[in-house]
């Protein structure tokens, strides 16, 4: 079991400047949309996780974190990113162990920290 190394910051910020650079003109309504639509469909995500943690649906758990680790380093969370890269790497074997649970706790911590980040945003 790998968690996310601790080192890892929270947000990067340079994520959101790439971001209203590519945008342009429009970089500040771009973010906020962006950070708005996240914070939708990843709480769906997140539900859906929880959920498939629950009922052992090992797929839908690695295919939701790998969806949601590209999205959430896109938006510079960083450590939600790991968090999602390590449940993803975890559930892709055959074999579940008690850290199953442990790697998804920490995937919801740190989505509870990236809320108020995005809504700061948007």
């Known amino acids: 079991m790998s968690q996310p190394d601790p080192e890892t910051p929270l947000f990067d910020e340079s994520a959101i400047e790439r971001l209203r650079k590519v945008a342009g003109d429009q970089g500040a309504t771009f973010v906020t949309e962006m950070a708005q639509l996240f914070l939708h469909e990843s709480g769906k995500s997140v539900e859906e996780i929880r959920k498939g943690c629950d009922t052992a649906d090992w797929k839908q758990v690695t295919r ?58 948007s």
């Open 64 to 121: 939701l974190a790998h969806s949601l680790k590209s999205s959430a380093a896109t938006l510079g969370l960083m450590r939600l990113s790991a968090a999602c890269k390590a449940l993803e790497m975890h559930t892709r074997g055959p074999v579940h162990t008690a850290g199953t649970p442990v790697l998804a706790k920490v995937l919801f911590d740190e989505f509870d920290q990236a809320v108020p980040i995005l809504e700061d945003l």
